[in-house]
């Protein structure tokens, strides 16, 4: 019950629309989790049909299809719906998922078995819309923006943005400490505009110290010739 009870106060701390745990109770993803754990049971215990009756059940319900194949860590909170995560998806503690995100699968056509869906490390929150496909692994802590279509591996603690999905320019640690709903930091430094004045100014900086160090050599240099001739 303790353990219950935490992960209520969980989704408290990422939520603060309800008022009670009472409340969180109606919440979708809440449900949606607690029929998968049951359908995770019956599919590791080889009752393949039952498991699947469980998540066509829980589809119906909370409008959240979670394959009962799928593994799934600790204090997950799904917030809303119209959520699919795949078979072999891998999910680990604490990770927060917006609504009509899709933790996808590569082709089943082109023949490769196995791992086929992400792994989402411990913390990691993915915004509203996001496609997250293929064997790849989201690091810990790591912001899926709303949207973003991510198909390569993220590293800890990045904010991942766009179609391609890519990487801020903002440094992690800015927001990297607290809760970011949506995984999508609401700034104007993370605006298109913006992030390409940040990347001319970062451009700057980088030739200006060039002209130093070549203003420098130069000095240099002209010391040199001056003793030189001094000595001649």
């Not at 394959?67 to 860590?73: D, E, L």
Request: glycine fraction near 10%.
């Amino acid at each position: 019950m303790g353990q219950f009870a935490a992960y209520l106060d969980s989704i408290k701390a990422r939520d603060p629309a309800p008022r009670s745990r009472w409340e969180i109770l109606l919440y979708p993803g809440v449900l949606a989790m607690a029929l998968h754990r049951v359908a995770h049971w019956l599919f590791t215990g080889e009752l393949f049909f039952l498991a699947r009756l469980v998540n066509h059940l829980s589809r119906f319900l909370t409008a959240i299809d979670i394959h009962p194949g799928a593994a799934i860590g600790a204090r997950l909170f799904i917030d809303h719906g119209f959520t699919v995560i795949g078979e072999t998806a891998v999910i680990g503690d604490d990770v927060t998922i917006y609504q009509s995100v899709t933790l996808g699968g590569t082709n089943p056509a082109n023949g490769v078995a196995g791992k086929r869906h992400p792994t989402i490390r411990d913390g990691a929150i993915i915004g509203s819309g996001a496609q997250v496909l293929g064997p790849i692994t989201v690091g810990p802590r790591a912001r899926i923006g709303a949207n973003a279509v991510v198909t390569r591996d993220v590293p800890e603690g990045a904010t991942m943005v766009g179609i391609p999905a890519r990487s801020t320019l903002v440094d992690a640690a800015q927001y990297g400490q607290g809760f970011v709903p949506y995984g999508t930091p609401c700034s104007e430094l993370l605006e298109p505009a913006t992030q390409r004045i940040e990347a001319l100014r970062r451009e700057v900086e980088s030739l200006r110290a060039q002209v130093a160090e070549l203003a420098a050599t130069a000095r240099g240099a002209e010391r040199d010739a001056v003793h030189g001739r001094d000595r001649a």
